[in-house]
């Protein structure tokens, strides 16, 4: 399966590793692209509404993205954090000066009626993004964390404990009620989608909040579609954030066999990096077919590549050719 | 009399020039100063809570006030406003990345249930001012603009429409249900208190709405010590702002005359420039005192100067020494 032959995607993605597939995606799809993106981690800082996770694909698929710290605006400045310092205001999240406007129009819009999904499609065409973003859901979802001595909200063991806290368990609140997107629903009904990936995001803190939203799974199935994941873990590590350390901590194999044993019943292939080559036959034998390529990205051309990757594999995945 | 002999000082203020001689007698009095500001042009943009007169005499007193522009922080920067334009959000009112720390935050802390004369005494704590300034209201006054053709909100007069449409009319939206500031009322029971002094802000604009509040003109008349007003009118012109526009508009003199006619039954003495000094008889015909003196502040030495004209001149009314 080529770009061309695909149709229409759908990828689930959350933060860095996400966004970068997103974006080699999106290079290949560009408005044929619907991106469906974890709001668990959102929250509410300094009165304003952050989407972290809609954020980093937003700016990556704009071309704006800070490449170093994986969050926020290339060359981006701290004025405003400064200040909020000097007043006595919370320092541990850090918001740029660029990034700021994000939120707060984000905010005023939400306050004013209008859904997460139209906020975001309307900064996007700002940006000139050209792929749909949709928030899994319009609706509150939050990831709590349980730790020893109790439960946090996700941004409070992310960022200001700097993940340092053992996970014994995670909750989304608020996924129970939540409504699936409706603009995804809409989604379904085309003949012409291609394939579904999950993009190399953390299983537990980006794309489960996305499967948690009731009648998700099983609208990804309904399609009818090849769903292949990409392993964030490569040689028993994460590329980033603290996927393996989460893994770990909840007794999973770090590996990209735990991550295929993770995703069982909901994909039909896993792209594992050359690291992991020896792993194969074991993610087989879970049922779940594999393709070995590099799958680090480091460069734009390494995100397209991998997108390439992926659209082959469900081709062969969707012709039978695949074992 | 002066600041030793003074005790305690109130002054009323709303913009620049207000806000100049109101750190003229902070840096005499102090903690002893207390300064009852204009809230009347307070608006939400961007979902934001603006207190544009009270941030004013806030920086000026902090010693951060952006000199050229007479509102916002010197020195500022303006990343988010640039990337607000970029993502299509509205331009006409400006935010410089460091005074924006002052609306977040300030905005947070009033949806959290604080008083706005809780959060400015806060946010003056960080700034290190040490004179108490007191929103003459907790409670929101909003001032309207009547001008051909319909009501207009503060803002859009002043700042979006830089004050190109004639006034025909001027109300205090909110006002006759107004509470007077409790603070000002406690800090009426002391005895100390040596005058009252009507800064040289904007008499339609920034004075009035202050005036407005239910009780505040006679709560000042009540002190019984010398209220005296400095004249923003200097040779038939306004130092700054659409103050002689205003009062040509509506019909009244554009002169520390018209001033005097304006302020007639509130105040005891009127501070007028050298340059007008040609009127000062007109002005004592009104019933009201006069001082003749410089009182265009182009430094700190000005503002200190006029602070201490304004005390003695309060000082000679109290002492029956003026005419």
Request: net charge negative.
């Amino acid at each position: 399966m080529t770009s061309e032959s695909a149709g229409t995607i759908i990828a689930l993605a959350g933060g860095v590793g996400g966004a970068k597939l997103a974006d080699g995606l999106a290079r290949l799809f560009g408005e044929r692209l619907t991106v469906v993106v974890n709001t668990g981690d959102d929250f509410t800082h300094l009165g304003l509404h952050v989407s972290p996770d809609l954020d980093t694909v937003m700016y990556t698929l704009a071309g704006i993205a800070n490449p170093k710290a994986g969050w926020g605006i290339v060359g981006e400045t701290w004025e405003f954090m400064a200040q909020i310092e000097r007043l006595g205001g919370p320092a541990w999240f850090r918001l740029g000066d660029r990034d700021l406007a994000t939120h707060v129009l984000r905010t005023e819009r939400l306050a004013e009626g209008e859904t997460l999904s139209a906020v975001t499609a309307g900064l996007c065409r700002s940006l000139g993004v050209a792929a749909a973003l949709l928030p899994m859901s319009d609706d509150l979802v939050r990831t709590m964390i349980r730790s020893d001595g109790g439960e946090l909200p996700f941004q409070d063991y992310f960022v200001r404990l700097a993940c340092a806290v053992p996970v014994r368990g995670i909750r989304f609140e608020g996924a129970k009620t939540a409504r699936i997107n409706p603009a995804l629903a809409a989604l379904g009904e085309r003949p012409d989608l291609g394939a579904i990936i999950i993009c190399p995001s953390n299983p537990y803190l980006s794309v489960d909040p996305i499967l948690a939203v009731p009648g998700m799974r099983e609208w990804l199935r309904a399609q009818g579609r090849p769903i292949v994941a990409v392993s964030p873990i490569v040689g028993g590590a994460a590329i980033k954030g603290p996927a393996a350390k989460i893994m770990a901590e909840l007794g999973a194999a770090v590996s990209a066999v735990g991550i295929a044993r993770h995703y069982r019943g909901l994909i039909d292939g896993l792209v594992i990096d050359e690291a992991d080559a020896g792993l194969a036959n074991e993610i087989v034998a879970e049922g779940i077919k594999v393709r070995v390529s590099r799958s680090v990205m480091s460069s734009t051309e390494d995100r397209v590549a991998l997108a390439r990757v992926c659209l082959a594999f469900a081709g062969e995945i969707a012709d039978g050719r695949c074992r």
